[in-house]
């Protein structure tokens, strides 16, 4: 597998991947609008997000998450790595893909000098929650949304 950071040929597969996490979308399906195209370089040309992609040796890409790299004052001014669009493709789970692509942007994120990762996910994602925390996430917190 292939560890790297997306490039806009990608977006499509992401957005399958996105799309519907019970099945597998057909990448060539996805509407590429002038959204996602401007959300995509907006990512692509921040130095604190990266969107991430595990890829298969043939191309096909199985896997992606999005890096964002925050400083704050908290924690002692140190960076935090803030994990989101987490997923495997629904045909590919339970071979270890998922364990590679967090231990790998995990690895990142420390080589870039953050001392956390923090993710979010939605409540109904139950099995999501308990491979989290198979890989060490703890639950610390309740978050909040508001929809602008």
């Given at each position: 597998?292939?560890?790297?950071?997306?490039?806009?040929?990608?977006?499509?597969?992401?957005?399958?991947?996105?799309?519907?996490?019970?099945?597998?979308?057909?990448?060539?399906?996805?509407?590429?609008?002038?959204?996602y195209?401007?959300?995509?370089?907006?990512?692509?040309?921040?130095?604190?997000?990266?969107?991430?992609?595990?890829?298969?040796?043939?191309?096909?890409?199985?896997?992606?998450?999005?890096?964002?790299?925050?400083?704050?004052?908290?924690?002692?001014?140190?960076?935090?790595?803030?994990?989101?669009?987490?997923?495997?493709r629904?045909?590919?789970?339970?071979?270890?893909?998922?364990?590679?692509?967090?231990?790998?942007?995990?690895?990142?994120?420390?080589?870039?000098?953050?001392?956390?990762?923090?993710?979010t996910s939605?409540?109904?994602?139950?099995?999501?929650?308990?491979?989290?925390a198979?890989?060490?996430?703890?639950?610390?917190?309740?978050g909040f949304?508001?929809?602008l």
């Amino acid at each position: 597998m292939i560890f790297r950071t997306a490039v806009r040929a990608d977006l499509p597969a992401i957005l399958a991947l996105l799309a519907d996490e019970d099945r597998v979308a057909d990448p060539a399906t996805m509407v590429v609008d002038a959204t996602y195209e401007r959300a995509f370089a907006a990512v692509d040309a921040d130095p604190r997000n990266e969107m991430l992609v595990l890829v298969e040796d043939d191309g096909t890409v199985v896997g992606c998450v999005q890096a964002t790299y925050i400083p704050g004052l908290g924690r002692r001014g140190e960076e935090r790595a803030l994990l989101e669009a987490v997923r495997i493709r629904a045909d590919r789970r339970g071979a270890g893909l998922g364990r590679d692509l967090i231990g790998r942007a995990v690895a990142r994120a420390r080589d870039r000098g953050c001392t956390l990762v923090q993710l979010t996910s939605n409540k109904r994602r139950t099995e999501a929650h308990r491979f989290y925390a198979s890989l060490g996430f703890e639950r610390s917190h309740d978050g909040f949304k508001l929809a602008l």
